[in-house]
């Protein structure tokens, strides 16, 4: 069946076998370019809302793009000029414990790659040290002992759970993080 055949009746009782059934052929044509239209706005208003979204993103990524470039710069500066030799990779550890440490969340921390080292091996089954796993109280800033290994140093030196490690090698503990504590 073709195009013209499908629009015309077929009628033996009928002389006039052009008769039109259904649509007339510029109806078709009207029902085709409507239906194209319908197919451009909706293309243009679908279109329009995900460059206004993308839009909104490039914003957002410049504003985040200005706070990291004051916080490089800020650190920076302070590598350069501060009267200690300090490495911008330990003014960003600061920069991110002083972020968790704003939250105040008692459950919210931060593994240094040192301190992950250290946890994936504890979690491995293995330790190296004295023998103890330790925890930190935030608000106090004491360092308790949480379990002590048996037949391990610490356990021959009386070391006990709850003790409370005031310093290491004379230094005082309360600025110290376990990792720093346990290396």
């Known amino acids: 069946m073709n195009f013209k055949s499908f629009f015309l009746k077929d009628d033996d009782n009928d002389k006039d076998t052009n008769q039109l059934v259904g649509f007339k052929f510029y109806e078709v044509i009207i029902i085709i370019l409507i239906a194209i239209l319908i197919g451009l706005v909706s293309g243009l208003h679908i279109g329009s809302y995900y460059v206004e979204k993308n839009l909104d993103k490039d914003k957002k990524l410049e504003k985040q793009d200005v706070n990291l470039n004051q916080l490089s710069t800020i650190s920076d500066w302070i590598s350069e000029n501060y009267f200690e030799k300090i490495s911008k990779?330990?003014?960003?550890?600061?920069?991110?414990?002083?972020?968790?440490?704003?939250?105040?969340?008692?459950?919210?921390?931060?593994?240094?790659?040192?301190?992950?080292?250290?946890?994936?091996?504890?979690?491995?089954?293995?330790?190296?040290?004295?023998?103890?796993?330790?925890?930190?109280?935030?608000?106090?800033?004491?360092?308790?002992?949480?379990?002590?290994?048996?037949?391990?140093?610490?356990?021959?030196?009386?070391?006990q759970v709850g003790d409370i490690i005031i310093a290491v090698d004379k230094k005082e503990t309360k600025k110290m993080t376990t990792a720093e504590i346990a290396s």
């Open 89 to 159: 990779e330990e003014l960003l550890e600061a920069a991110i414990e002083g972020m968790i440490d704003y939250v105040g969340d008692p459950h919210t921390s931060y593994l240094t790659p040192q301190e992950k080292k250290d946890f994936d091996e504890r979690i491995g089954g293995e330790y190296r040290g004295i023998g103890i796993e330790l925890t930190s109280d935030k608000e106090e800033k004491n360092i308790f002992i949480i379990n002590v290994f048996p037949n391990s140093p610490a356990a021959t030196a009386g070391l």
